[in-house]
């Protein structure tokens, strides 16, 4: 088999047992890698009634077939578990060191079972792995266990994914780091992590990876820079991710103040133009990307000099303007605190803002914020609530630690109805209401509140849709993006890249250079749905159902008015049809639940199907 | 004597994608195995980046230390190492300021950069994403480095 090494690790923490396992070429040919490998194995492992912080949850690390290769932005990993923020599966994509380099350990991925008595991290060596002592290590930031392991190796290296002290006290929202500045952000797989005693895992490996057509993949490879410096990337190239700041501001879908407008008054404080002038102090790429998306800030003075943090657009905007902040330096800080700490900025962004919203409507008492002047804009109260947070510390860290869902619910008083939330997992930097398509996609989405998915703010974005409305005919468009999506997250390869491919049949040709699977796009493409069906029917497992799959209830119950929108507002009667039009397009019933008939066409297990 | 050509890495531009080492193991190994790449990519956190190869050092000091007289001078200044006479025991890269030599665990003989002779440039700078790789003279660097200052005063002066 080209394009996989065929084996995985298995870790059992409670017994301290590892073994290799073979990775079936069946299963290989029915989920392609990433994501169609934690849907595989957390379907076939994880029962229902299972507590996601129990030691019978399980923690997955795959990567796809590419990863290792030449092939562009194609060092990709994904980390899976039945999520602790959201109850259904949970995953998320990181680039960085750690794809290539377990492949070239010999292995596709991990699987960890069980808890440990004690904290230990697993150190993966070609073809080999153990478990070690990480005592020591426990406490420590993700940038302090990341060179505390190379030290004690004496290998500079050995890439690390690790957990800092917020997935060590169980934050909902911990995530997972790798060389720095790449996350495994959503769904709280650091969480899982840290219930298992597992503060990180350690790999280096020297062996080859191999291909099905070396020769032919290097060409395809070459030729697919010389693309990725081309127009289709220029602005991931120039300002990063951050270049979407002011595009979302004149297309008033930037959200600020928790989502209650789509434009942001100080936004040209925080662009990306302004960001390149004035923080900028390094561009890096990630292994085999020509790109080279990643923009580094340095904090050149005030109380936070010296700070030096990766900005992408998503914590830029949360933390920012959705703060109503506009001191990149705070939004620098706050960034390396969530990094540092193990927390997603997109769920620490919006769950501060829901605090701050909540302090300004009077429903948390000076005391409630440990006497942070938390409004809107205050720049050093954000940093320091997100500091809070991670180390749920005082009574405000105590609140908000695990997310603004669960911290309406404590609080109550009506502030559920600005938890910015989907599924629990807080919603990701675009305006619901001038974005409707988009806000179907998240809202429909397995992980929850999740714009990676499908890409169905597309559409909106580029105008081929009428973004103020929604049909059912939407529902196709939410679908066939997240066929070939799943595809991308199962190969896996950056997002980033999907514009450089002139069409689906390069994707095939793709896959064919690689694993030798010489598959039509038809059959790509099913191999994407049943992907996508196998995460739904996990989610099916625990419960998902139709009113899973709605909005916060802000963009059905609050017009929106800013410089662009004049009173935007979902109707809930589109909605319903749009959703109804996702589910037929799917062929899942009015619950959302898949049919037995589509489940048995994909050979999926069709006994929860209807 | 023609002027020596290196590879030289502008740290500017070098952002850390390693596809150099990919390109170099796939060309010279005909595998995918970046530690046998003859450049070497280092990051030093959090920002910076530079690629590495042989610098054709005057005075070598790779071919100072090997005991066996193993690794030789050609006539383009880069070091070529004789497999029937080394037996890996790594001095070599010990000696070397740069890190640019490796130990081959299957043949048990220390390699190097030879600028894939048979090119003319060699790989890794023809495949470059950022065009932060160039194969150059040390007096070409130093004419455009006095070029380019020289254009910054034009430019502060106009």
Known sequence: MKGYTGKYLRVDLTTGDIRTERLPEEVARKYLGGYGFVGWTLYEEVPAGTDPLSPENVVCL????????????????IMGALSPAT???????????????LKAAGFDGIVVTGKAPSPQYILVQNGRAELR???????????????LIREELSDDEVRVSSIGPAGELLSVLANVTNDRNRQVGRSGIGCVMGSKNLKAIAIRGTGDVEVADLDGLMEFSRDLYKRCRGPATEKYRVF????????????????????????????????????????????????SCPIACDHINEVKEGPWAGTVSSMDYESLELLGPNCGVSDLNAITKAVELCDTLGIDTISAGVTVSWAMEAFERGLLTSEDVDGLDLRFGNGEAMVEAVRRMSLREGNLGALIAD???????????????????????????????????????????????????????QPDVKGTVDRYHLDSSRGKVVFEGENLYAIIDSLIICKFTRGIYKDNTEF?????????????????????????????????????????DYPPPRAFEEKLYDDVSDGAIIIRAEYDEALSGYYEERRWDEEGIPTKALLEELGLDATLGV | MEAKKIIVCDTEKCTGCEICEYACSIYKEKRINWSRSRIRHVRIEPTFDIAI???????????????????????????????????????CIEACNFGALKLDWEKKCAFTCDFCADLGTPMCVEVCPYEALEYTTLDQVGHEAGKKAFKRIIEELS
Not at chain 1, 87 to 101: L, P
Request: charged fraction near 25%; aromatic fraction near 8%; glycine fraction near 10%.
């Open chain 1, 508 to 548: 095939t040709k793709l896959i064919k250079l690689v694993t030798g699977f010489d598959w039509s796009v038809e059959e790509m493409i099913k191999t994407g749905e049943r992907i996508h069906n196998q995460a739904k029917l996990f989610n099916v497992r625990f419960g998902a159902k139709r009113a899973d």
């Open chain 2, 53 to 91: 190869a042989c610098r054709k050092c005057e005075e070598p000091l790779c071919i100072k230390a090997c005991p066996r007289d193993a690794v030789v001078v050609l006539s383009d200044g880069s070091v070529k190492i004789d497999k029937d006479k080394c037996n890996g025991c790594g001095w």
């Open chain 1, 87 to 101: 109850g259904f599966i949970g995953f998320g994509i990181a680039s960085g060191g750690i794809a290539s380099e």
């Open chain 1, 62 to 77: 795959w990567t796809g077939p590419v990863a290792g290769t030449p092939v562009p932005v194609s060092s990709k990993y």
């Open chain 1, 240 to 287: 990063g991710t951050p270049a979407n700041m002011l595009v979302h501001n004149r297309l008033g879908c930037l959200p600020s103040y928790n989502f209650q407008k789509g434009t942001f008054e100080k936004v040209e404080d925080v662009s990306g133009e302004r960001m390149l002038e004035t923080m900028v102090k390094k561009i890096t790429a990630c292994p």
């Open chain 1, 403 to 457: 997310g603004s869902a669960r911290a309406a619910e404590k609080l109550g008083k009506g502030s559920e109805k600005f938890a910015m939330v989907n599924k629990k997992l807080e919603w990701g930097a675009y305006s619901l209401r001038p974005l409707q398509t988009a806000t179907l996609g998240f809202a429909t989405s397995v992980r929850g509140a999740c714009y990676l998915r499908s890409g169905s703010y």
């Open chain 1, 133 to 147: 002592d990480a005592s020591d290590l426990w406490g420590k930031t993700t940038w302090e266990t990341e060179e």
